[in-house]
């Protein structure tokens, strides 16, 4: 696949999981390899089953854009962010940080290329986590 147009980290039970990127063929998704060298690692779905090969699609992957919320409130949300309701993976990046389940979805930008994911672990004081994603601040 081409160079990513915009890119975001995947968290699976706040751990480090992979990078999501939208293209201009498409969308791919690949398990980090630290990630997968963990012997407790866990898939993000059962449709993306741990593997070092990257997954492609030329739309935005099922369990991905099943995180996306709906009805009025994706209303809500596409009205506050200021977001076409068909900008799903932008969507995705700005509801699907601190989803139900397992899975969170950050956005990677540019200055966060040269920077080391951090590494939320049980117990962490997430304020600065959710300071450092607000729209507010």
């Given amino acids: 696949m081409s160079d990513a147009y915009r890119r975001a980290a995947v968290y699976v039970q706040n751990e480090y999981a992979g990078l999501i990127k939208e293209t201009e063929d498409g969308y791919s998704f690949k398990y980090d390899a630290a ?7 866990v898939p993000a779905s059962i449709t993306l089953p741990l593997t070092d090969s ?3 699609s030329t739309v935005l992957f099922p369990f991905f854009d099943g995180l996306i919320p709906e009805g009025w409130l994706l209303d809500v949300a596409s009205r506050n962010w200021k977001l076409d309701k068909n900008d799903r993976f932008g969507l995705m990046m700005v509801c699907c940080r601190d989803c139900i389940g397992d899975v969170s979805v950050r956005e990677v930008t540019d200055c966060d290329k040269n920077k080391k994911t951090k590494r939320i672990t049980r117990g962490t004081d997430l304020r600065d986590e959710y300071r450092r994603y607000s ?3």
Avoid: C, R, T, V
Wanted: negative net charge; without cysteine; proline residues 8%.
């Fill in 35 to 41: 990630y997968l060298s963990n012997p407790n690692a």
């Fill in 135 to 137: 729209i507010y601040s």
């Fill in 54 to 56: 990257e997954y492609e």
